[in-house]
């Protein structure tokens, strides 16, 4: 069984930093993009950013030049290191990974239980 397993996450002043990790664990074949995702209260889940099994790279627009993502693919990790974070940062993250788990079953998204994440002063 696949689980995304995520860490990191807690409270931190405005323009402070916070760094994110989620591993995936379990017997599966192949992963192909991971990512974050964040939800804040009454508002609905949006892609913070992407990574590709090559390293190519997608962010939202209000986190680009702030955050990087990053992988290892022989740890299956997922990092999101958050610099220079503003109280509308403030959110619970989630780590997803598109994950086949044998070579005859398609891709899935599978997510991680969330970290929160909260600027505050």
């Known amino acids: 069984q696949v689980q995304l397993v995520e860490s990191g996450g807690g409270l931190v002043q405005p323009g402070g930093s916070l760094r994110l990790s989620c591993a995936a664990s379990?017997?599966?074949?192949?992963?192909?993009?991971m990512g974050w995702y964040r939800q804040a209260p009454g508002k609905r889940r949006d892609m913070v950013a992407t990574i590709a099994g090559g390293g190519g790279t997608n962010y939202a627009d209000s986190v680009k030049g702030r955050f990087t993502i990053s992988r290892d693919n022989t740890k299956n990790t997922v990092d999101l290191q958050m610099n220079s974070l503003k109280p509308e940062d403030t959110a619970v993250y989630y780590c997803?990974?598109?994950?086949?788990?044998?070579?005859?079953?398609?891709?899935?998204?599978?997510w991680g239980q969330g970290t929160q994440v909260t600027v505050s002063s």
């Open positions: 379990g017997r599966f074949f192949k992963i192909n993009d």
């Open positions: 997803y990974a598109d994950i086949r788990t044998t070579a005859w079953d398609p891709f899935r998204d599978y």
